[in-house]
T-cell receptor, first 110, second 114 residues
Framework: DAKTTQPNSMESNEEEPVHLPCNHS???????IHWYRQLPSQGPEYVIH???SNVNNRMASLAIAEDRKSSTLILHRATLRDAAVYYC???????????FGKGTRLSVIA | DSGVTQTPKHLITATGQRVTLRCSPR?????VYWYQQSLDQGLQFLIQ???????AKGNILERFSAQQFPDLHSELNLSSLELGDSALYFC?????????????FGPGTRLTVL
């Protein structure tokens, strides 16, 4: 399985932007890049996904490197509610179950 | 609210027993996935069904089985329970089964085996 590498933890101040990095150097051409997050005591929640181009939605932005070997999830203004574990996952073409790593635990400081 | 429902929310049982966890997917979603989350193993994929048929299998023990019914709800059966089966069990659903499909997760069932 193609693997992703994320920092174990990150910290941000409230109302500041947060850039969460993810390396996926063995990504193949048809792999989608997904980001999910898991708030305490809840199920994982979809954040955003993309294939080649940068993506924006109401929750976040996804910046994908030109060679697709890394990506960055951008939360434009962190709130206390954004404190969660963020997972960067490659969805293998033709194989849809998600393979979760350890993710990045984001702490937001008021 | 993801639209995926799971029952029960909590389940406490003894070793050797059998339990059934239930999942109702979002309206219109054909794929159902089961995941297990334990402290030491993290989130692990167990099994996927698509429109009533098994499509993918992950780290699912032989003591565990699942099925998806004609109305698309799914059940995960866990038998001969062991202490190590204590975990959160999540169900997720997606419209189809493509690599770009978003999965929507339910709130989970917390299983405690005593």
């Amino acid at each position: 399985d193609a693997k992703t590498t994320q920092p174990n933890s990150m910290e941000s101040n409230e109302e500041e932007p947060v850039h969460l990095p993810c390396n996926h150097s063995t990504i193949s051409g048809t792999d989608y890049i997904h980001w999910y997050r898991q708030l305490p005591s809840q199920g994982p929640e979809y954040v955003i996904h993309g294939l080649t181009s940068n993506v924006n939605n109401r929750m976040a932005s996804l910046a994908i490197a030109e060679d697709r070997k890394s990506s960055t999830l951008i939360l434009h203004r962190a709130t206390l509610r954004d404190a969660a574990v963020y997972y960067c996952i490659l969805s293998l073409a033709g194989n849809t179950p998600l393979v979760f790593g350890k993710g990045t635990r984001l702490s937001v400081i008021a | 609210d993801s639209g995926v429902t799971q029952t029960p929310k909590h389940l406490i049982t003894a070793t050797g027993q059998r339990v059934t966890l239930r999942c109702s997917p979002r309206s219109g979603d054909l794929s159902v996935y089961w995941y297990q989350q334990s402290l030491d193993q993290g989130l692990q994929f167990l099994i996927q069904y698509y429109n009533g048929e098994e499509r993918a299998k992950g780290n699912i023990l032989e003591r565990f089985s699942a099925q998806q019914f004609p109305d698309l709800h799914s059940e995960l059966n866990l038998s001969s329970l062991e202490l190590g089966d204590s975990a959160l069990y999540f169900c997720a659903s997606s419209p189809r089964q493509g690599a770009g499909d978003t999965q929507y997760f339910g709130p989970g069932t917390r299983l405690t085996v005593l």
